[in-house]
Nanobody, 128 residues
């Protein structure tokens, strides 16, 4: 059974940086897509970034492109989300997700309904 545990959230001022971690366990992740989603209070869960476990492809939401970087450490079974130039509108609970995403990857990887495994989330709060 896949387990995902996020860490690294916190309170930061606008313009600051944070690095989120997602420790993955329970199986080998070859062929998996690992993604970050976020959910602000009162809003639906939205896609942030995704990476193939192979590292071949990454994909970002337009709202974070150029500010956030997703990466993974295969040896540590950990996925990271480096967040720079943070804005108050980045405030949300950030979730790690994992699944084998088939079909059109750049389209399907943004869909939270296609992910079968989720972490518990970590709060990120950006003050103005």
């Amino acid at each position: 059974q896949v387990q995902l545990v996020e860490s690294g959230g916190g309170l930061v001022q606008a313009g600051g940086s944070l690095r989120l971690s997602c420790a993955a366990s329970g199986r080998t992740f070859t062929g998996y897509t690992m993604a970050w989603f976020r959910q602000a209070q009162g809003n639906e869960r939205e896609f942030v970034a995704a990476i193939m476990w192979s590292g071949r492809n990454t994909y970002y939401a337009d709202s974070v492109k150029g500010r956030f970087t997703i990466s993974r450490d295969v040896a540590e079974n950990t996925v990271y989300l480096r967040m720079d130039s943070l804005k108050p509108e980045d405030t949300a609970v950030y979730y790690c997700a994992a699944h084998v995403i088939g079909g059109a990857w750049f389209t399907n990887t943004k869909r939270p309904d296609l992910y079968g495994s989720w972490g518990q989330g970590t709060q990120v709060t950006v003050s103005s």
